[in-house]
């Protein structure tokens, strides 16, 4: 009995995680995208500024949620001269909300993402960075492994 319990526990966990992390893209647009829209071919040029977008849904999972926290603690920690004067901006969008349509299609985000656009020359280079989900786990490694991403887009 017990360990039908543990099971039936363990199927509506993941049920609830896997609706909080659902793809809202297609309530806006059906075209299938890539996760990556570059539109700068010269991406070896430090940006002039970097901005990084968390979408999420409106009922964020654990890890969704820590996606989020870290980014902005490790740029407000690590970058906090760019981070104030506007070099480095950090957006957090709802991706099921209406009103976030727009920035939802231009970085053409599909579910709880994390992603950075490094503007060079004036024109977006948008990047999803899927690495940083395998570091949630541990603060410190998101942490030297953000840091590290960013230093290489400003060129440092």
């Known amino acids: 009995m017990l360990k039908k319990l543990f099971l039936f526990g363990l199927i509506i966990l993941i049920s609830v995680s896997?609706?909080?992390?659902?793809?809202?893209?297609n309530e806006y647009d059906n075209t299938n995208y890539s996760t990556t829209n570059t539109q700068n071919s010269n991406q070896?040029?430090?940006?002039?500024?970097?901005?990084?977008?968390?979408?999420?849904?409106?009922?964020?999972?654990?890890?969704?949620?820590?996606?989020?926290?870290?980014?902005?603690?490790?740029?407000?920690?690590?970058f906090s001269e760019e981070y104030e004067n506007g070099k480095i901006v950090f957006k957090?969008?709802?991706?099921?909300?209406?009103?976030?349509?727009?920035?939802?299609n231009k970085y053409k985000a599909r579910g709880s993402s994390l992603f950075i656009n490094s503007i060079i020359d004036g024109?977006?280079?948008?990047?999803?960075?899927?690495?940083?989900?395998?570091?949630?786990?541990?603060?410190?490694?998101?942490?030297?492994?953000?840091?590290?991403?960013?230093?290489?887009?400003?060129?440092k």
């Not at 896997?18 to 893209?25: D, E, I, S």
């Not at 040029?45 to 890890?63: D, R």
């Not at 969008?93 to 349509?101: F, S, V």
Request: proline share 2%; charged share 25%; glycine share 6%.
């Open 18 to 25: 896997v609706t909080g992390c659902r793809n809202y893209q």
């Open 123 to 155: 024109k977006d280079n948008i990047k999803e960075d899927v690495d940083v989900w395998r570091q949630i786990s541990n603060e410190s490694k998101f942490s030297q492994y953000f840091e590290n991403k960013l230093n290489s887009i400003l060129g």
């Open 44 to 78: 070896n040029q430090p940006a002039e500024q970097i901005e990084i977008v968390h979408f999420h849904g409106t009922n964020q999972c654990w890890s969704c949620i820590i996606v989020g926290e870290y980014a902005l603690k490790t740029i407000k920690e690590k």
């Open 92 to 104: 957090e969008i709802n991706g099921d909300l209406p009103e976030n349509a727009e920035i939802v």
